[in-house]
């Protein structure tokens, strides 16, 4: 099969953790497989600005499926696609978790603006650099809103808001035991892939999507070869039709290298 489209997520993929940087031999890889023709796209569940220079290194993807599904961009930054939190999405979350005195950020189009407890993000969110702003004025949505939201709480407390504010349809996919994306009905990285291969007039069968955790799942599913990384949550491995080696591993570079040998010809 000859695939023409590879979407990355980042954390946890591309980038191993406790690592700044996506490893050298990694981004090689992937710049060798779009120098053939392959067109790349980075699916993650960060906004555009909340990825700092350098972390991908040399990769310069084609398209960013951002903030977890909610933005599609072109090479340049150009907006293809966008789904904003309604306000009273947004309002229902900053009350919920300021009577229960819990962390709560938000993704806008410029930076992640912490609406409450902007020092326990500073501290737990070092990766995000320069585009985690105290928000604590919590006025940054009269610009426009956000796209996405991530919160400190328990899947108890998730469920505790589901019963008050279940008519909403948020949902909560959690990355660590206290730890989630909030996405707005029908955002999801699998709905901005699906956007664009409408615009790319590609079916999903030409597609590799690569990723380890729940809110890749969709997206892993939907592509014609949907890839989880060993170690990855049960989601997306339950999704994927197989898996490669971890980012500790760099397990993207094997995979480029075994998926597009041409790529690679003359290159040892």
Excluded at 15 to 33: K, N, T
Excluded at 60 to 71: E, F, N, S, V
Aim: aromatic share 8%; glycine share 8%.
């Amino acid at each position: 099969m000859s695939y023409c489209l590879l979407v990355l997520d980042i954390d946890g993929t591309l980038r191993p953790s406790g690592q700044d940087r996506v490893p050298r031999a990694v981004a090689e890889a992937v710049c060798a497989v779009q120098r053939s023709g392959v067109r790349v796209a980075i699916a993650t569940g960060r906004g555009r600005c909340c990825i700092p220079k350098g972390m991908l290194r040399s990769i310069r993807p084609d398209y960013w499926l951002c903030a977890a599904g909610a933005q599609l961009l072109d090479r340049g930054g150009a907006e293809l696609a966008a789904r904003r939190m309604t306000p009273e999405e947004m309002y229902a979350l900053v009350d919920f978790f300021e009577d229960h005195d819990l962390p709560l950020r938000f993704v806008f189009r410029d930076a992640t603006y912490a609406y409450l407890d902007y020092p326990a993000f500073a501290v737990r969110s070092r990766t995000l650099g320069d585009s985690l702003r105290d928000g604590e004025d919590q006025d940054r949505h009269l610009q426009d809103m956000p796209f996405t939201a991530f919160g400190h709480l328990s899947p108890v407390q998730a469920e505790q808001f589901r019963q008050k504010y279940g008519y909403l349809g948020l949902r909560f996919v959690f990355e660590g035991p206290d730890s989630c994306d909030i996405l707005s009905p029908g955002v999801d990285k699998a709905d901005a892939l699906a956007a664009l291969l409408r615009r790319l007039d590609l079916p999903a069968a030409d597609c590799v999507a690569v990723g380890d955790s729940d809110n890749d799942a969709e997206m892993l599913a939907l592509a014609g070869l949907g890839v989880a990384v060993e170690g990855g949550s049960p989601a997306a491995l339950a999704a994927a039709d197989r898996t490669c080696p971890s980012a500790a591993q760099e397990g993207v570079a094997d995979l480029c290298r075994e998926l597009w040998p041409a790529a690679f010809a003359g290159a040892e």
